[in-house]
């Protein structure tokens, strides 16, 4: 069965959007992205909530741009290959390789995990992802940990009061100093 996991960079206080809805302190350098870039290249779909979907847009047309330099443009292709399911409420159709969801996360997942297929499901976005560990839906947790305290904004963890105990099963220290902690959900 997939497994469904939730990555995102997040500041050493939790957060994955400063109070100011910034986050330009997520900046990678050359060697987080390249390993950015493989961990999408995991994935056999990515499920995003609006905001993030909208987000990443960017990437649906950067390579039209060939004075970028090949680790953007691989990040690119990767990315824009990928299957995506995109929540939204307010959208009516999405770009590239991307669906609207046609029913509730729980039930795009179950579907999902039973469809053929490589790659986990990947989920971004905290809001999705806070749906999705609601609902005990997340196998693992995947942090890039930035030297940064934002002091506030959105949270990478969710606001619950369910306690979730975690395994450390892999654990890597960039020379920018960030810190990437991946842990899997114990049942």
């Known amino acids: 069965m997939r497994s469904v996991t939730y990555s995102m960079s997040v500041s050493l206080d939790g957060y994955v959007v400063g109070p100011d809805g910034g986050f330009d302190w997520t ?13 999408v290249r995991e994935a ?3 499920l995003l ?3 993030l979907y909208e987000t990443m847009l960017y990437w649906e047309t950067v390579d039209q741009n060939r004075s ?3 680790s953007t443009l691989e990040f ?7 299957p995506k399911v995109v929540f939204s409420t307010t959208l009516s159709a999405v770009e590239g390789n991307a669906r609207l969801a046609s029913g509730g996360l729980a039930e795009e997942i179950e579907r999902l995990r039973a469809e053929p297929g490589d790659g986990n499901i990947a989920i971004g976005g905290a809001g999705l992802a806070a ?6 839906l997340i196998d693992e947790y995947r942090a890039r940990v930035y030297p940064v305290l934002v002091g506030g904004g959105v949270p990478f963890f969710p ?19 960030v810190v990437y902690l991946r842990y899997r959900v114990v049942r």
Do not use: C, I, K
Request: charged content about 35%; aromatic content about 10%; glycine content about 6%.
């Open 76 to 82: 690119a292709a990767v990315w824009r290959s990928l």
């Open 27 to 39: 900046v990678p350098d050359e060697e987080v992205f390249r390993f950015a870039t493989d961990e």
């Open 49 to 51: 909530g609006r905001r």
């Open 131 to 136: 749906e999705a560990a609601a609902l005990g």
């Open 44 to 46: 056999g779909v990515h």
């Open 68 to 70: 970028l330099d090949f």
């Open 159 to 177: 606001q619950r009061e369910r306690r979730v105990d975690l395994e450390l099963v892999e654990t890597r220290a960039f020379s920018s100093r």
